[in-house]
């Protein structure tokens, strides 16, 4: 890889991070009386598929899980997040995807947090971990709250590839190269769009698609 300045898209949970983030939030607010048991064990059975690759489609369980944040207001919300991050993702976070991070920034590259997780939750380890730029599933807002709904599709698959190259439109950088860290097998298409691909922590699919498309696979573990 050269010293040129890249844009690096960088995956959050099982990449970044340990676990899956939404699911480590739902067991924060469930354990501080702030969503129900039913709703929180129906959303942890989901997370444990997809972690194994059972789950085939994903949009009903996707727009269930942000159903909670109904009327809630967006400024308490945004208190929680911290309050969570700070308890509970900080210690989650892999030594080694911060090393290259570290790393990419100092080498100017443009670096992108980007997740099928809620926004204002990717928003919150950006800000923490020294990331300026964040892309997460938006949530719909009215009247300064949340309405339990998306804003728009939630990025997962090929809809986390589109919004990479939008922002890559946006920002005017279509001429930079493109660098993907990801750890899943939806996740792909954004792989295959890089120019330099890093698979993270794979399961056994997801490794020996690394293997077969010569990606380059990292090893990271808890600081």
Known sequence: MTNEPKVVFFDVDE??????????????????????LSFFLKICAWFFLYGLGLVKSTEKIRMVAVSFLKNWPIATFQSELKIFFDANLKDRIYEGALEKIRQ???NNDSVVLLSSAIEPLVAIIAEEIGVHDALGSRLETRNFAYTGNFADEPLYGKNKLQAAQKYLAVNNLLNKKVVAYADHLTDTD????????????PKKKMRSLALRE??????????
Request: no cysteine; proline share 2%; charged share 20%.
């Open 104 to 106: 990419h920034l100092q």
């Open 190 to 201: 954004l792989l295959d769009f890089a120019d330099f691909r890093f698979v993270v922590n």
């Open 15 to 36: 990449t970044l991070l340990k676990g899956q983030s939404q699911q480590a939030l739902l067991h924060f607010l469930f354990l501080k009386n702030k969503i129900p």
């Open 214 to 223: 010569g990606w380059e696979v990292l090893q990271f573990k808890k600081h």
